[in-house]
């Protein structure tokens, strides 16, 4: 399974499809469509922290994108079944992201890095902030005591995540990005130039005007939107919960190689 040191983009899209990250996803087609109306429908909680207005009310012009950008079926009778991530999509994202962590290197600017997907993309985060710290970059320290509704917010491995019960949480909400921005500014602190996340810690970023890229299911159309619109710099496809979160360390090289952050 391993993909010994970085893996060509040939080899990175097989691997992504056997792997399962994209192509034939493990999220259903009924599951995504649940989602894209519900955004559609002006329901908050998947808009993941970016403010949509009425411009998404159409429940096909959210399909519409997410098979442009995603590579989920674009067909709107196709209500069940097996459904789709490219996995060219999802490297040419990753493609993009590379350029703008590049712009952050040569920089050396302020990077925030958070997830709401502990269990998946930790390690991917942990990483690529780890590439940058030792390109000169500042990894972004969030205030102590910051805590939501759902929990607290801490930062694990330098990455921020939110904690509840002792145990790291799933979240899709923008509150814990918000938190800590908040707690920035209140501490006196500059805010990132740049926010590597996912979910709502995402859309959060970038809604408030900060650079932001980051990481999104088939069925997270939000951030989708918010890069086809201009909010939101670089939003990657991919199933952001594998069975192993190690089968993204190839996805992960790849970045890196590209973004000139690989170690030789």
């Not at 490219?86 to 290197?105: I, N």
């Not at 590439?131 to 969030?142: D, K, Q, T, Y």
């Not at 594998?242 to 973004?259: C, F, G, I, K, W």
Request: charged share 25%.
């Amino acid at each position: 399974m391993p993909i010994p040191g970085t893996p060509s983009r040939a080899e990175l899209v097989e691997h992504l499809v056997r792997t399962r990250i994209a192509g034939d996803v493990a999220t259903p087609r009924e599951n995504n469509l649940s989602h894209y109306r519900e955004l559609a429908n002006g329901n908050r909680h998947y808009w993941l922290g970016l403010e949509l207005g009425d411009r998404w009310s159409d429940e096909q012009d959210v399909l519409a994108v997410m098979a442009e950008r995603v590579g989920v079926n674009d067909d709107p009778g196709y209500r069940y079944g097996q459904d789709t991530i490219d996995p060219d999509l999802t490297v040419d994202a990753l493609e993009r992201m590379a350029a703008r962590l590049r712009k952050a290197a040569e920089g050396t600017q302020r990077v925030l890095f958070a997830t709401g997907h502990p269990g998946g993309l930790l390690h991917v985060h942990h990483e690529t902030a780890r590439a940058l710290r030792a390109a000169g970059c500042e990894i972004v320290v969030i205030p102590d005591g910051l805590q939501t509704d759902e929990g607290y917010v801490m930062q694990f491995a330098d990455v921020a995540v939110l904690e509840h019960g002792a145990t790291l949480w799933h979240t899709h909400s923008p509150e814990p990005m918000r938190a800590i921005l908040r707690g920035l500014e209140g501490a006196g602190r500059p805010l990132p130039d740049l926010v590597v996340a996912d979910h709502g810690w995402a859309g959060c970023a970038a809604q408030l005007g900060i650079d932001s890229v980051g990481y999104a299911d088939s069925n997270d159309p939000a951030l989708f939107l918010g890069e086809a619109e201009g909010t939101l710099q670089v939003a990657v496809p991919l199933d952001d919960h594998v069975v192993s979160p190690r089968y993204y360390d190839p996805m992960t090289a790849y970045l890196l190689e590209q973004a000139g952050l690989r170690e030789s």
